[in-house]
């Protein structure tokens, strides 16, 4: 089956860094997106790595290392903004299509 | 109007109501998407729509009906829901075999009495 592991919950201080991480179980394996989510707002897409490796968007990175089937979402210089809900993808394959694959999404509190 | 835009916004219905929701994405996107958000759940694909042919069904139950009468327009058909249906559906779109970038709508919060 296709499964996905991130964290329910990450409090950090305005300023400061916090890394969310995301483990997959997959089959067809294809990459990993990330997602950003207000409460109330649409899931907007922050991030894509296809490759093992970091890729850096402004204050946002991502990273990815397919052979531990791990990634990452690093957030610098944190905003009370990015009080937000996080979610990993994997773009995998089933049958003859791709699909997002969603996690559970992780909580991120940033507090003054 | 731009990206991806979504109605009802709010719809409560009993459980022998039949309404149908709307999505139209204003991005030149060839793909469309459908799917379920609850509390606490990841977001649940339920349809899919690749040039205006549908290539996923999710083991969706049939109360759930998809159209897509053009690139630009998706539609959800409802009827005899259950109450466990209720949650928040959100439509997508991307292009097709880029997945991994979907715009999402706000979504229709969906209350089935």
């Known amino acids: 089956g296709q499964s996905l592991e991130q964290p329910s919950e990450v409090t950090a201080v305005e300023g400061a860094i916090v890394q969310i991480n995301c483990t997959y179980q997959?089959?067809?394996?294809?990459?990993l997106s990330w997602y950003q989510q207000h409460d109330g707002g649409a899931p907007t897409f922050l991030s894509y790595n296809a490759l093992d490796g970091l890729e850096e968007t402004g204050r946002f990175s991502s990273f990815l290392s397919r052979s531990d089937s791990y990634g990452y979402l690093l957030l610098q210089e944190l905003q009370m903004k990015d009080s937000a809900s996080y979610f990993c993808?994997?773009?995998?394959?089933?049958?003859?299509?791709?699909?997002?694959?969603f996690g559970s999404g992780t909580r991120l509190l940033v507090r003054p | 109007e731009t990206g991806v835009t979504q109605t009802p916004r709010h719809l409560v219905m009993g459980m022998t109501n039949k309404k149908s929701l709307k999505c139209e994405q204003h991005?030149?996107?060839?793909?469309m998407y459908w799917y379920k958000q609850s509390a606490k759940k990841p977001l649940e694909l339920m349809f899919v729509?690749?040039?205006?042919?549908?290539?996923e069904n999710n083991s969706v139950p049939s109360r759930f009906s998809p159209e897509c009468p053009n690139s630009s327009h998706l539609f959800l058909h409802l009827h005899t829901l259950q109450p466990e249906d209720s949650a928040l559906y959100l439509c997508?779109?991307?292009?097709?075999?880029?997945?991994?970038?979907?715009?999402f709508g706000p979504g229709t919060r969906l209350l089935v009495l």
């Open positions: 997959t089959s067809g394996f294809y990459g």
């Open positions: 729509y690749s040039l205006e042919e549908r290539v």
């Open positions: 997508a779109s991307s292009q097709d075999g880029r997945e991994e970038t979907q715009y």
């Open positions: 991005l030149g996107h060839n793909a």
């Open positions: 993808a994997v773009r995998a394959r089933e049958d003859s299509s791709y699909k997002l694959i």
